[in-house]
């Protein structure tokens, strides 16, 4: 991969404390609240979709200005910094170039910690139909990080490392036992 700068490590394990919760009551038949859940758990298995044949990734972008926006979204439009790159293409190239790695980078290393809290949330919700449904949110996260992975790496061609903020919220939210915080750290 083409990190910008070396990540800090190849991998990170955080600690989870908590436990897994197994559920036996496997329910044939509905009721109020769990036909509602199984509903949700239905809508998400209908609602699929395959980053790999949904998007056309033989289109090129223009990697100038990789989401094809106008500059005046650039964050430091007109500040200071901007004035004194205003009249030089290739330094806005650049640096259009970066920002939408730096941000597309967070949202992939965000999700990776999304598909991780909602496969928390399988092991530890307290009966099988809250399984089911945060199942379909784990499989809809996964796909979200293999979306992202691919536009950084032949689209942008720069990754950037976990942003420290990202890093310690997916770490506070992880390592809470509570059963509910991975919802909120989602």
């Known amino acids: 991969m083409r990190y910008t700068i070396p990540p800090a490590m190849q991998t990170w394990d955080v600690e989870a404390s908590g436990a897994a919760r ?51 979204t650039i964050p430091i439009f007109n500040s200071r910094e901007w004035q004194k790159i205003k009249h030089d293409e290739r330094a806005k190239a ?32 307290p009966d099988l139909d809250s399984k089911f449904y945060a199942s379909t949110q784990t499989m809809d996260e996964a796909r979200h990080a293999e979306t992202y992975a691919p536009f950084l790496d032949e689209k942008v061609g720069l990754f950037y490392p976990i942003n420290p903020h990202l890093k310690s919220l997916l770490d506070d939210t992880l390592s809470d036992s509570r059963w509910d915080f991975p919802y909120l750290g989602m």
């Open 94 to 125: 650049e640096l259009r170039r970066h920002l939408v790695a730096w941000q597309f980078s967070q949202f992939l290393h965000g999700e990776q910690g999304a598909m991780i809290c909602s496969a928390r949330i399988v092991e530890s919700v």
């Open 22 to 72: 197994f559920s036996w009551d496997y329910p044939v038949e509905g009721g109020t609240g769990r036909d509602r859940l199984l509903a949700l758990y239905q809508k998400g298995k209908d609602k699929q979709w395959d980053s790999t044949t949904r998007i056309d990734w033989s289109l090129d972008i223009d990697p100038d200005n990789p989401l094809g926006t106008p500059q005046e």
